[in-house]
Nanobody
Framework: RVQLVESGGGAVQSGGSLRLSCTAS????????MTWFRQAPGQEREGVAG???????IYTDSVQGRFTISRDNDKTTVDLEMNSLKPEDTAMYYC???????????????????WGQGTQVTVSS
């Protein structure tokens, strides 16, 4: 059974840091692109950071230089290190998996096969 389980969310003040982790099981993890998405109330889901099967990464402009995505294929985990957090980063964060057909990371949600349940990140000013 495929599972993606996120952890590490919480409440922090502006300028603080959090590290999210997603543990995957039930599929061939090393062959999949992994991406972190987020969705705030009343807003559309947004791709935040992605990593392909070879470790190439992509970030949405608003988090470039503040967030870092990484993966550990042995542990089947994908992490999102978030620094210099801002109130506008407040959202539910989800990890998602897509088989790496294209050989490049993606931030487009419609292409993803598996999704986690999410972890809440709240940044106060």
């Amino acid at each position: 059974r495929v599972q993606l389980v996120e952890s590490g969310g919480g409440a922090v003040q502006s300028g603080g840091s959090l590290r999210l982790s997603c543990t995957a099981s039930g599929f061939y993890f090393s062959r999949y692109c992994m991406t972190w998405f987020r969705q705030a109330p009343g807003q559309e889901r947004e791709g935040v950071a992605g990593i392909d099967s070879r470790g190439h990464t992509i970030y949405t402009d608003s988090v470039q230089g503040r967030f870092t995505i990484s993966r550990d294929n042995d542990k089947t985990t994908v992490d999102l290190e978030m620094n210099s957090l801002k109130p506008e980063d407040t959202a539910m964060y989800y990890c998602a998996a897509m088989e790496d057909y294209r050989g490049s990371p993606s931030l487009s949600g419609g292409q993803f096969d598996y999704w986690g349940q999410g972890t809440q990140v709240t940044v106060s000013s």
